[in-house]
């Protein structure tokens, strides 16, 4: 007897659930295979990144700000969670149709491993070499497939319970060697990527700065439980960008290009952007996407050479009104020429707070401009600046529905006490309140605090260290009495302007209005 005579005597037994779970498992070798295989390439050739990365570049308008108001900046981790979940989904419903039909359910899951790869030549950072490792995922997971769905149903005649469960227990054994080998890549690129980073950054020293800046009073610093520390720790520093994975930027190899409306093209390259003579500067960065009372926004010591430096010896040309400066990862900002060549000192920046650069916050060089929300001025991994004009370029951003320019807004908040949360009072019956507050280049000239619906009280004020950092307030509560409070803030800025309580969402170009936290006094 031949075997397909075998095949048809012994009728296939329908099992939807083993049929969904091959599917799930096949889906986990694509992945396995093709991660392994990517520790040889960029880490943005891992089908999961590539995919991811597609995703957050094509979400529409608005669904950033969702996302980040629901999930802070743990926005990344849901990302992959809902990846996951996603790709479970359509990977058991490609098995269950495998049921019935086996080879349409193979050519699907052949089909979403083409998706992937179309995306994964979508990156900014790839090559076509890149789709070599979901190819071959793919190449593998489908036969694999096939394979599982004929080893759960067994045939009809080995219709004993013991046989149907040894098979499938071979089912469940490829899952979990599916599932170990995704964990022990992603670990293993971690490790290895940043080991092999430290090593080449270990080549470069930072330079001291040409022009110390003024070290910050212990005043600065409001002395209560609860505040921020006026200088935000580079490990606590908040983190926005597209990037699903950290480029690990190899400073031997990376180069700055400045062109388009200039004399001279330029090229640096990391030792050359070293020996530039450095200022230090003590600056507030802020994300367009805090909302009112949020922690979006970071205070740091930057080190780097002024923007100017480098496009005054590229020359501009008449006529241009904007810089354009793009990320390795394709990310781009469009900052006001102006910005970048005025008095404010806007930095290629190279070290925060007396270390080089993290990875996470731009490693080895990035943008720091003084007065621009993040999104239009502060790219990270920093590659390219086109001198251009508004008319001619549009940023990642504004292609997404934000406003093209990004002056930060005016923004205060209430740090202690947090929302909803107890105040003690002091022994003599008064209670202490503070926060913090920003405008930069404008400064902020006054915090008011409003209890309840009482008077506006006139915070103190810590020392003030430039008009591009953010102040601390204190404020002394002396008549705090027991129960529900609503304590409101607004500031008044250098130029005498007060806050307007006009609420607005972060899109298209920032929040405003007052930030209200209610308590309870004990
Ligand atoms: N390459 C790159 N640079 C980027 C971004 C990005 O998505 N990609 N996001 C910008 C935004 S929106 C902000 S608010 C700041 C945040 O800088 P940080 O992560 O160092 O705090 O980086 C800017 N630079
Ligand atoms: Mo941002």
Redesign the pocket.
Same mark, same amino acid.
């Given at each position: 007897m031949t075997a397909p005579a075998l095949r048809t005597a012994r009728a296939r037994r329908s099992a939807p659930g083993w049929s969904a779970a091959s599917g799930v498992v096949a889906g986990l070798v694509l992945v396995a295979v093709a991660e392994l295989l990517s520790l040889a390439f960029a880490s943005s050739s891992a089908p999961f990144v590539a995919v991811g990365g597609a995703f957050v570049d094509v979400v529409p308008p608005g669904v950033k700000d969702l996302v980040i108001s629901l999930f802070g900046t743990s926005d990344k981790l849901v990302l992959f969670a809902s990846m996951i979940v996603v790709y479970a989904g359509i990977t058991a419903l490609i098995g269950r149709l495998g049921d019935t039909r086996p080879r349409p359910s193979a050519a699907l899951l052949g089909g979403l491993g083409v998706l992937a790869m179309v995306l994964v030549l979508t990156r900014a950072q790839n090559t076509a070499a890149d789709v070599l490792p979901t190819l071959v995922g793919t190449v593998v997971a489908v036969p694999t497939l096939l394979l599982l769905l004929r080893t759960v149903h067994g045939p009809a005649a080995s219709d004993d319970a013991g046989t149907a469960w040894t098979r499938r227990r071979s089912l469940l054994g490829v899952g979990a060697v599916g599932l170990l080998a995704v964990i022990g890549v992603a670990t293993a690129r971690s490790l290895t990527a940043s080991r092999e980073l430290a090593r080449r950054a270990a080549q470069y020293v930072l330079p001291a700065p040409r022009s110390t800046v003024e070290p910050i009073p212990a005043d600065a610093q409001v002395q209560l439980e609860g505040m921020p520390p006026f200088v935000t720790p580079n490990s606590e520093?908040?983190?926005?960008?597209?990037?699903l994975s950290v480029p690990r930027v190899d400073p031997t190899s990376w180069q700055l290009r400045i062109h388009g409306l200039v004399d001279r093209e330029l090229t640096v390259d990391f030792a050359q952007l070293l020996a530039e003579p450095m200022i230090e500067k003590h600056v507030t960065? &802020?994300?367009?996407?805090n909302p009112v009372g949020g922690d979006?926004a970071?205070n740091a010591t930057w080190l780097g050479v002024p923007v100017r430096t480098l496009l005054e010896r590229a020359g501009i040309k008449d006529g241009a009104d904007m810089v354009l400066s793009r990320?390795i990862?394709g990310?781009t900002?469009s900052t006001p020429l102006e910005a970048l060549t005025d008095s404010r000192d806007s930095l290629i920046a190279v070290g925060m707070n007396g270390e080089p650069l993290p990875a996470?916050?731009?490693y080895p060089v990035?943008m720091v401009v003084p007065g621009l929300?993040?999104?239009v001025s &502060?790219?990270?991994?920093l590659t390219e600046l086109t001198v251009t004009r508004f008319a001619d370029d549009v940023a990642?951003?504004s292609t997404r529905g934000w406003s093209e320019r990004g002056p930060i807004k005016i923004a205060s908040r209430v740090d202690v006490p947090r929302a909803r949360a107890d105040l003690t009072r002091q022994d003599d019956g008064a209670a202490m309140l503070g926060g913090t507050a920003w405008a930069q280049q404008r400064g902020i000239a006054a915090v008011e605090v409003q209890i309840d619906d009482g008077d506006w009280r006139e915070a103190e004020l810590g020392a003030e260290v430039s008009e591009d950092t953010w102040v601390q307030w204190s404020l002394r509560w002396e008549d705090a009495s027991p129960g529900e409070h609503r304590i409101t803030v607004r500031a008044i800025d250098g130029e005498g302007r007060l806050q307007t309580s006009q609420h607005a969402n972060p899109a298209p170009d920032g929040a405003s209005g007052w930030h209200s936290v209610r308590c309870s006094v004990l």
């Amino acid at each position: 007897m031949t075997a397909p005579a075998l095949r048809t005597a012994r009728a296939r037994r329908s099992a939807p659930g083993w049929s969904a779970a091959s599917g799930v498992v096949a889906g986990l070798v694509l992945v396995a295979v093709a991660e392994l295989l990517s520790l040889a390439f960029a880490s943005s050739s891992a089908p999961f990144v590539a995919v991811g990365g597609a995703f957050v570049d094509v979400v529409p308008p608005g669904v950033k700000d969702l996302v980040i108001s629901l999930f802070g900046t743990s926005d990344k981790l849901v990302l992959f969670a809902s990846m996951i979940v996603v790709y479970a989904g359509i990977t058991a419903l490609i098995g269950r149709l495998g049921d019935t039909r086996p080879r349409p359910s193979a050519a699907l899951l052949g089909g979403l491993g083409v998706l992937a790869m179309v995306l994964v030549l979508t990156r900014a950072q790839n090559t076509a070499a890149d789709v070599l490792p979901t190819l071959v995922g793919t190449v593998v997971a489908v036969p694999t497939l096939l394979l599982l769905l004929r080893t759960v149903h067994g045939p009809a005649a080995s219709d004993d319970a013991g046989t149907a469960w040894t098979r499938r227990r071979s089912l469940l054994g490829v899952g979990a060697v599916g599932l170990l080998a995704v964990i022990g890549v992603a670990t293993a690129r971690s490790l290895t990527a940043s080991r092999e980073l430290a090593r080449r950054a270990a080549q470069y020293v930072l330079p001291a700065p040409r022009s110390t800046v003024e070290p910050i009073p212990a005043d600065a610093q409001v002395q209560l439980e609860g505040m921020p520390p006026f200088v935000t720790p580079n490990s606590e520093f908040y983190r926005i960008d597209t990037a699903l994975s950290v480029p690990r930027v190899d400073p031997t190899s990376w180069q700055l290009r400045i062109h388009g409306l200039v004399d001279r093209e330029l090229t640096v390259d990391f030792a050359q952007l070293l020996a530039e003579p450095m200022i230090e500067k003590h600056v507030t960065l &802020a994300c367009v996407s805090n909302p009112v009372g949020g922690d979006l926004a970071g205070n740091a010591t930057w080190l780097g050479v002024p923007v100017r430096t480098l496009l005054e010896r590229a020359g501009i040309k008449d006529g241009a009104d904007m810089v354009l400066s793009r990320s390795i990862d394709g990310f781009t900002a469009s900052t006001p020429l102006e910005a970048l060549t005025d008095s404010r000192d806007s930095l290629i920046a190279v070290g925060m707070n007396g270390e080089p650069l993290p990875a996470e916050h731009g490693y080895p060089v990035r943008m720091v401009v003084p007065g621009l929300y993040g999104y239009v001025s &502060a790219t990270k991994w920093l590659t390219e600046l086109t001198v251009t004009r508004f008319a001619d370029d549009v940023a990642y951003w504004s292609t997404r529905g934000w406003s093209e320019r990004g002056p930060i807004k005016i923004a205060s908040r209430v740090d202690v006490p947090r929302a909803r949360a107890d105040l003690t009072r002091q022994d003599d019956g008064a209670a202490m309140l503070g926060g913090t507050a920003w405008a930069q280049q404008r400064g902020i000239a006054a915090v008011e605090v409003q209890i309840d619906d009482g008077d506006w009280r006139e915070a103190e004020l810590g020392a003030e260290v430039s008009e591009d950092t953010w102040v601390q307030w204190s404020l002394r509560w002396e008549d705090a009495s027991p129960g529900e409070h609503r304590i409101t803030v607004r500031a008044i800025d250098g130029e005498g302007r007060l806050q307007t309580s006009q609420h607005a969402n972060p899109a298209p170009d920032g929040a405003s209005g007052w930030h209200s936290v209610r308590c309870s006094v004990l």
